[in-house]
């Protein structure tokens, strides 16, 4: 599998998108129910990153370079929205595997 994005940047900000998750682990490492609520709640997020690179390459690239020549707000904002409504629709076409 070949990501478009920075995968310990992903995976650092999966820590951040997890905080209850991530402090139940930290505070008991042996709880089972908390470590598997931690690997769904990051399993989420992996597929969440590879819905946008497999699905939304284009308006990844679109919103990109929005960003790159420093357009105004609202063209960035357009580009996001596009990027955005493109992700929804093939998040709920791709549901997420369970193992």
Known sequence: MEFEF???WCLTGAKYLTPNES???NANPTDGKAIDALIL???SYIHSI???NDYCKPQMA???KSV???EDSEIQSQALDKLYSKYLIE???HK???K
């Open 6 to 8: 920075d995968l310990e």
């Open 68 to 70: 790159v020549k420093h």
């Open 41 to 43: 709640a990051n399993k």
């Open 62 to 64: 679109e919103y990109r």
């Open 50 to 52: 590879n819905v946008l």
């Open 96 to 98: 997420m595997p369970l």
């Open 23 to 25: 402090a139940r682990v």
């Open 91 to 93: 998040f709920k076409k």
